[in-house]
T-cell receptor, first 109, second 113 residues
């Protein structure tokens, strides 16, 4: 089955720790995206990549980092510099339209 | 900067009723508009994509319209069912190259049996 997978589904982090969220797609899409969703808020763009080895900051990139070494993979690292990381994180890829993964819920303890 | 507004924030209807969800955007220079469905704790499922040159798109009981000049889109759901209960999100693409979507906050729909 073609699609987007995100892991883990739930992630708990202690303050001061970096954590990496995984996103993999087998849709052969060039473009991939990371969004953050907070309760009662619309999705906000963190980073996006239109091609391997290239990525751009979105609206809220501070405290996050990404890499795009393979077409299929676009991992997101939430660093200790992110002041309020508790949120639902969604990865997407784009063919003619954007398709989304199931999300990772990150909680800072 | 593009802003997307969805009204109402929440809607409760009895099963079988037809309903309309509204989406408005501030900058009419868009390339396309996408409607999504989100179930609690889940990712987004794409429902309909309307290109800027189109007036409407249909899929089953769903019909989405686009009036680019007035900055509005509507999602019409016919003969609502309890399984339609979810949050519906509208997103606007204002850039052809980067395809960056600007999202509304969504309308939470509850269909009562």
């Amino acid at each position: 089955d073609g699609g987007i997978t995100q892991s883990p589904k739930y992630l708990f982090r202690k303050e001061g720790q970096n954590v990496t969220l995984s996103c993999e797609q087998n849709l052969n899409h060039d473009a991939m995206y990371w969004y953050r969703q907070d309760p009662g808020q619309g999705l906000r763009l963190i980073y996006y990549s239109q091609i391997v080895n290239d990525f751009q900051k979105g609206d809220i990139a501070e405290g996050y980092s990404v890499s795009r070494e393979k077409k299929e993979s676009f991992p997101l690292t939430v660093t200790s510099a992110q002041k309020n990381p508790t949120a639902f994180y969604l990865c997407a890829s784009r063919g003619g339209e954007q398709f989304f993964g199931p999300g990772t819920r990150l909680t800072v303890l | 900067k593009q802003e997307v507004t969805q009204i109402p924030a929440a809607l409760s209807v009895p099963e079988g009723e037809n309903l309309v969800l509204n989406c408005s955007f501030t900058d009419s220079a868009i390339y396309n508009l996408q409607w999504f469905r989100q179930d609690p704790g889940k990712g987004l499922t794409s429902l309909l994509l309307i290109q800027s040159s189109q007036r409407e798109q249909t899929s089953g009981r769903l019909n989405a319209s686009l009036d680019k000049s007035s900055g509005r889109s509507t999602l019409y759901i016919a003969a609502s069912q309890p399984g339609d209960s979810a949050t519906y999100l509208c997103a606007v693409n204002s850039g052809a190259g980067s395809y960056q979507l600007t999202f509304g906050k969504g309308t939470k729909l509850s269909v009562i049996p």
